[in-house]
Every structure is written in C-alpha cells, then in structure tokens.
T-cell receptor, first 116, second 113 residues
Framework: AQKVTQAQTEISVVEKEDVTLDCVYE???????LFWYKQPPSGELVFLIR??????QNEISGRYSWNFQKSTSSFNFTITASQVVDSAVYFC?????????????FGKGTSLLVTP | NAGVMQNPRHLVRRRGQEARLRCSPM?????VYWYRQLPEEGLKFMVY????????ESGMPKERFSAEFPKEGPSILRIQQVVRGDSAAYFC???????????FGPGTRLTVT
C-alpha cells in the first residue's frame, strides 16, 4: 500500500504565482516524522523540512510554508510568489518507528515547473 | 562541515561487471541509509547501516547486492554482475540519530551498457 501519496504528478505555474503541493500519508504509528525534499534538475536531494507527529504547528521559512493536519493525514507545502529557481521535483516522505531505523518512505514526487 | 560525499558521481559498467559505490557520511553521523531512484519507480529504501552492522536490509534485492559500513572508511554498496535494470541513481543519506534528519549525498548515477 502506498504510504505517501502525492497526487499531483506535474504542476506548471507562472512566476510569482503561489502554488501548493499536496501530500497525504498513511501510518498506524503514533510517532512518526514527515519530510519534504527538493530535487532540482541537477539531481541532488535537498532537505527542506522535518516535522514530528506531535507538532502540528504550521511552519514558515521565507517563501515556503507547510501545513500539517493530522485529522486529514496531510502535510502540504506552499511556495509563495514562485520563482523560476523553484522548478524541481518535490518529494514528501514519511518515517515511522515501525520502519527499522526510521527509513524514509517517499511519495512519487511532484514535478513543478515555474515559467517566466 | 562537509556534507555527505558519494563517489563516483557517474559510473559506467558493462553487463556482468561489478559496481562499487562509496558513501562518506557527514562528520559525527553514524547512521547510513542507501536509496535507489529508478526512472519509473521513484526513491526506494534499500538498506540501513550503523558502523559494522547492517540493521535493516529489507529493501535490498536478494541477490547480487550487498552493503557494508566498516569501522574505518566509507560505506560501500556493491552490485555484482550488473544488469541493465540496475541502471539508476543511488543515493546515500546519513543522520546523527535514528529518527533525525537524513541528509543526502549527491548520488551516484550508474549506467549499465
């Protein structure tokens, strides 16, 4: 069963638009962690955020913000005033206590294209 | 503070050869994870190691693949008798604690011809 679902395969926006990337997860653990990673065209994986299951506070970092809602098992990511440099594939991931070593379970990713 | 290092960045092997991928974790990190990114399958966990111990290899193919993380030196992912289907990007990640942030290396892109 898919533990992390990123329903949006590809999104295309024009620069300065806001965009939200959806992430829905599935777990039976009470302790778990949620992550977002960015994979630009160069291919590396860039850590963006880690959130534990006991902290539902939303987080803002510059133009990035994250909305964690346990009631809907979602951890959505919003980019405000998007820029061309935001073009990348974004992965949501889940790590659980029941997964030895808290290995990451990734969604299939959302490819974001920001055009000028 | 150097990040996670992987080498080589690109590796080309002919079918039947061996591939050795190396990963040096961030300083102070003793937990290493290997993931594989296949074109149509996304990122998948392969193996989790601590120094001198394989903790979880549930994501490793049963044959031809092995991993180690010796007391000294980098972690090694070894693929014997490579086949075309092994062509992928292999990422290593490290963390300081079991449930901590995992920081990824730049990956090794393996091409089997």
């Amino acid at each position: 069963a898919q533990k992390v679902t990123q329903a949006q395969t590809e999104i295309s926006v024009v620069e300065k638009e806001d965009v939200t990337l959806d992430c829905v997860y599935e777990t039976r653990d009470t302790t778990y962690y949620l992550f977002w990673y960015k994979q630009p065209p160069s291919g590396e994986l860039v850590f963006l955020i880690r959130r534990n299951s006991f902290d539902e506070q939303n987080e803002i970092s510059g133009r990035y913000s994250w909305n964690f809602q346990k009631s809907t098992s979602s951890f959505n990511f919003t980019i405000t005033a998007s820029q061309v440099v935001d073009s990348a594939v974004y992965f949501c991931a889940l790590s659980e206590a029941s997964n030895s070593g808290y290995a990451l379970n990734f969604g299939k990713g959302t490819s974001l294209l920001v055009t000028p | 503070n150097a990040g996670v290092m992987q080498n080589p960045r690109h590796l080309v092997r002919r079918r039947g050869q061996e591939a050795r991928l190396r990963c040096s974790p961030m300083k102070g990190h003793s937990h290493v994870y290997w993931y594989r990114q296949l074109p149509e399958e996304g990122l998948k966990f392969m193996v989790y190691l601590q120094k001198e111990n394989i903790i979880d290899e549930s994501g490793m193919p049963k044959e031809r693949f092995s991993a180690e993380f010796p007391k000294e030196g980098p972690s090694i992912l070894r693929i014997q008798q490579v086949v075309r289907g092994d062509s992928a990007a292999y990422f290593c990640a490290s963390s300081s604690v079991t449930s901590g942030e995992q920081y990824f290396g730049p990956g090794t892109r393996l091409t089997v011809t």
